[in-house]
C-alpha cells in the first residue's frame, strides 16, 4: 500500500483483522476471563471480509453456507458470554 499508494476495500478490511487480533492481544494479557471470545469475533469478521470480497460471481450456497456460519460463530460467542457471567 505504501509503494502503490492506493489503498482498495481490501486493504481496509485486512487492517480490521489486524486491529482485531492486536487488541485480542492486550485483551488477553489485561483480562483472562474472556479468551475465547475474541478469535470467534475474528472468524467472524474473516468470513465477511470474504463475503464482501468474493463479489458477484459466487454461487449463492456458497454465501447461504458462510452465513450460516457467520450465525453459527455469533450463537457461540453468546453462549461464551452468558456462561462466564454465571
Known amino acids: ?10 486493504d481496509i478490511l485486512l487492517m ?3 486491529i482485531e487480533v492486536i487488541g485480542m492481544v492486550s485483551v488477553y494479557y489485561s483480562d483472562r476471563r474472556s479468551v475465547f471470545v475474541y478469535p470467534i469475533f ?6 465477511t471480509r470474504l463475503i464482501i ?3 458477484k460471481e ?3 450456497e456458497s ?3 458462510e452465513a450460516i456460519a457467520i450465525l453459527l460463530l455469533s450463537l ?3 453462549v461464551i458470554v452468558r456462561m462466564s457471567r454465571d
Open 1 to 10: 500500500m505504501y509503494i502503490v499508494k492506493i489503498i482498495g476495500l481490501p
Open 16 to 18: 480490521f483483522l489486524y
Open 42 to 47: 475474528i472468524a467472524i469478521t474473516a468470513l
Open 53 to 55: 470480497l468474493q463479489g
Open 58 to 60: 459466487t454461487a449463492p
Open 63 to 65: 454465501v447461504l453456507f
Open 76 to 78: 457461540s460467542a453468546i
